[in-house]
């Protein structure tokens, strides 16, 4: 663990906005610094050296793509983006160009909370390390390439174990479908989404109890996949 | 320029039809007579007035009249005429011409007319809708607010607890409403551009769900997918909205705990969705008027939202091909079929058994 609060920098340009989730977050642990443009945003990434980065995508003076591309050239710290719905290319887009998770608008702020955590996570723990993922009745033994639900042991093909361990690599956050498509079958195949979707359909089979209401295995409509690594 | 260029199109077209028509009449010269030479030419002018509008059909009336003068009566070859039948037969075709085309250019205008009419109808009504149904949430969420900021040392912690779910529940409404209000305005202008996929029912219907997970806890779902359900063709984001939709709905119209049944089956060319609740139902003589834009019961407040789902849900059905009908089942409330035709999906070639 981290010895002091790790620190947020909130790109947003609404004054309200900014002071609510400040408030919220502040109560939660977090220690938040903001900035209300692209550019003074930019150079607070390079002055005080957040561990963290909440963009929002609606910036009046910068393109939110083009700060994340920029960031990229000299840092990796996680990104959280901002987006309105129904703009899935834009998600993509973000996504692509390396932004982490992204939060669509309006949110509640214990969703925002478990979004930080999951990105908190994956800077502060190596997935090497880590032999076992559990979540709910669901337990991956990383090691021995075993699949457990409700302690029974699950057949999986190699395939269907290379999604889903894509997915606990990134447990709580959204992989995209062009990111799976790439890993588990190649560049070749990213026209090829119907692999997915019906291997998807296999996993959930698999793994969930009623695969229509699924407790692990989330879609992001139009973006990718999730895997919900708090599931109850 | 444009405009300019369009016009000088119909003038040449005004001109260049009634030359062909020359033309064909010269070739059926030795085979018909008069009358046949008269209906080609007034059959020009309806081609050009229906194509090019009321200016350019006067042109070809009289350029046909001066070509009929000129090829077809005594004498040939020059616009002098000696026979009576000839310029009796000449001012006719040239009447006839011009009323016509007049005529079919009302009739066009009137269409215009019409559609601007129902435009503007539509514009109202959506403007009134969104007014009143913005207007409805938010005097809640400033009375609230307003209740909390003068009252703030006096209000029991519950009551503080209550108002801010007041003000949560009101902006989650208005968020919906907006959402609903740009997805038909995008769709109606043509503005959305749809994004097909390769997707499975499964997923769409899990997506939605989980959408709307908070609204269901009063409402048990069931689910009956039949097993192999093939693959679907659609935009995921549009598609997914219809169920979340025809969701809301069932959840709106029926009491708690009354649940809400989803199945899915497949023919050789349909793939079928059912989406059925157990309430009142909606009598048979509203089937299609359900569909239409911002239709809503009688008996229906503002918490219903601005009747625009369901005919988002037509709209979004149609751009796939597809249908959705209300069906009278018995001992069932409102019943949504919706028939999605079946496409034919890219081969796969899979490495390994299931």
Redesign the interface.
């Known amino acids: 663990m981290m010895l002091n609060n790790p620190k947020i920098l909130l790109i947003e340009d609404d004054l309200q906005t900014r002071r609510f989730l400040k408030k919220n977050l502040n109560t939660r642990n977090w220690e938040v610094i903001d900035a209300d443009s692209g550019i003074s945003g930019l150079a607070m990434l390079k002055e005080a050296v957040p561990d963290l980065l909440i963009l929002d995508l609606g910036l009046p003076d910068m393109d939110g793509i083009t700060i994340i591309k920029h960031l990229r050239q000299f840092s990796t710290i996680p990104i959280l983006v901002l987006s309105a ?2 703009l ?1 290319q834009t998600k993509i887009t973000a996504l692509d160009a390396g932004a982490d998770d992204y939060l669509t608008k ?1 949110f509640g702020i214990g969703e925002l909370n478990s979004r930080l955590q999951a990105l908190m996570r994956r800077i502060n723990q190596i997935p090497i390390n880590q032999d076992v993922f559990e979540t709910g009745e669901l337990k991956v033994d990383l090691s021995k390439r075993q699949v457990f639900v409700s302690q029974k042991e699950i057949k999986i ?3 269907e174990y290379h999604i889903l361990f894509i997915l606990i690599q990134h447990a709580g956050l959204v992989v995209t479908y062009k990111y799976l498509l790439k890993n588990v079958w190649g560049t070749s195949y990213l026209d ?4 997915l ?2 291997y ?3 996993l ?1 089979h698999k793994i969930e109890e ?5 407790r692990y295995l ?5 973006v990718g996949y999730r895997l919900l690594n708090n599931a109850i | 320029m444009i405009f300019k260029k369009n016009i000088c199109i119909q003038y040449v077209g005004g001109v260049l039809i009634p030359i062909s028509c020359t033309l064909l009449n010269l070739t059926l010269e030795p085979i018909t007579g008069r009358a046949t030479f008269l209906m080609m030419y007034l059959f020009g002018v309806f081609l050009v007035a229906s194509r090019w509008g009321y200016g350019a059909s006067i042109v070809a009336s009289l350029f046909s009249a001066l070509l009929f003068d000129f090829y077809f009566t005594t004498p040939v070859f020059s616009l002098w005429m000696t026979n009576v039948e000839d310029l009796i037969a000449l001012i006719i075709m040239i009447s006839v011409g011009t009323i016509t085309s007049n005529l079919l250019n009302q009739a066009k205008n009137a269409h215009i007319a019409k559609a601007k009419a129902e435009d503007e109808a539509l514009r109202n009504s959506l403007l009134s809708a969104i007014s009143h149904d913005l207007r409805t949430p938010l005097t809640r969420i400033s009375g609230v607010a307003t209740t909390l900021m003068e009252n703030h040392d006096h209000i029991p912690k519950e009551e503080i607890q209550e108002f801010s779910h007041v003000i949560f529940d009101e ?2 409404r208005m ?1 919906e409403l907006m ?1 609903k209000i ?2 038909m305005a995008k769709l109606s202008t043509g503005q959305i551009s749809i ?1 097909r ?4 029912l ?6 939605a ?2 959408r709307l997970e908070k609204e269901l806890s009063t409402h048990p ?1 069931n ?1 009956y ?1 039949s097993e192999n359900l093939p ?1 679907i063709w659609v935009d ?2 549009l598609f ?1 909205q219809v169920i979340v939709n025809l969701i809301e709905n069932a959840i709106k119209y029926t009491p708690s705990s009354s649940p809400i049944d ?1 199945e899915a089956n497949f023919s050789r060319q349909y793939l079928t969705i059912t989406i059925s609740d157990y309430g009142i139902g909606i009598p048979k003589s509203l089937e299609n008027k359900i569909f239409d834009k911002f239709f809503r019961l009688e008996h229906e407040t503002e918490q219903n939202g601005v009747g625009l789902g369901l005919s988002l849900c037509r709209s979004i059905i149609e751009m796939h091909g597809g249908i959705i009908q209300l069906k009278q089942v018995p001992h069932k409330g409102a019943v949504f079929v919706i028939n999605l035709p079946i496409v034919q ?2 081969p ?1 070639f899979l ?4």
Do not use: A, F
């Not at chain 2, 996929?197 to 499975?200: C, K, P, V």
């Open positions: 719905r129904s899935e309006p093909t190699p395939t090829n989404q119907h692999y979707r019906i998807m359909r296999r959930r009623n695969p229509t209401q699924p989330i879609t992001e409509t139009g | 902006s989650q968020s959402n740009l997805d994004h996929e390769w997707n499975t499964e997923e769409v219907i899990g997506s769900l989980k779902v689910t997918l693959l995921s984001v997914e989803i999906p890219p796969m490495d390994e058994s299931i």
